[in-house]
């Protein structure tokens, strides 16, 4: 069964720093998004993307955030300039259709900001 | 106002036993809802589509009650593996996740 892949499965970086956070999405579905869940918390929607721009984002995806679809496969979250409260997991997501479709989650990467 | 209401839990139940969550929505104009489960510090794994009164697969079964805004999830004969939170997710684009209902399947 396809999935969506997600890498690194943990990142540890130092505040301030850049990271990148790379995903796989199915390879048939056209909507993307990133989700995050801090310990304890719900999963909190970031971002979606269609056609190469973001169709939607919530009050979480400030200017530190944004995403790219470089090539025919992947989909990344850049965080510019991390804070200690970016600590959580991060979640890539796919969808064949959007309204009335089924997400489709990655394994998540954990980001650790020291 | 929330999107869903779920009861938190947990619910303990023994192995064997039949067990049922209840989720309420605001929204009447949701067409479609999701059941996630998530294992601690996993990442939400689709369990059910439920387009229409309802869907059952294998000991699932999905019930969704327009007229009052509910959707329920029936777990039968539940096994150990089957402890995880249960979220009830309407398809109203971006998917909402609140906070599910826990459940921890005893031996």
């Known amino acids: 069964e396809p999935e969506v892949t997600q890498t690194p499965s943990h990142q540890v970086t130092q505040m301030g720093q850049e990271v990148i956070l790379r995903c796989v999405p199915i390879s048939n579905h056209l909507y993307f998004y990133w989700y995050r869940q801090i310990l304890g918390q719900k999963v909190e929607f970031l971002v979606s993307?269609?056609?190469?721009?973001?169709?939607?984002k919530s009050e979480i995806f400030d200017d530190q955030f944004s995403v790219e679809r470089p090539d025919g496969s992947n989909f990344t979250l850049k965080i510019r300039s991390t804070k200690l409260e970016d600590s959580a997991m991060y979640f890539c997501?796919?969808?064949?259709?959007?309204?009335?479709?089924?997400?489709?989650f990655g394994n998540g990467t954990r980001l650790t900001v020291t | 106002r929330k999107e869903v209401e779920q009861d938190p839990g947990p619910f303990n139940v023994p192995e064997g036993a039949t067990v049922a969550f209840n989720c309420t929505y605001s929204?009447?104009?949701?067409?479609?809802f999701f059941w996630y489960r998530q294992d601690c510090r996993k990442e939400p794994k689709l369990l059910m589509s439920v387009y229409s009164s309802g869907n059952e697969d294998g000991r699932f079964t999905a019930q969704l009650n327009r007229a009052s805004q509910y959707i329920s999830l029936l777990i039968r004969d539940s096994k150990l593996s089957d402890s995880a939170t249960y979220l009830c997710v309407p398809g109203n684009t971006p998917l909402v996740f609140g906070k599910g209902t826990r459940l921890s399947v005893i031996a």
């Open positions: 929204n009447s104009a949701s067409q479609s």
């Open positions: 997501a796919s969808s064949v259709g959007t309204q009335n479709s089924p997400l489709h």
């Open positions: 993307f269609y056609n190469n721009e973001i169709s939607e």
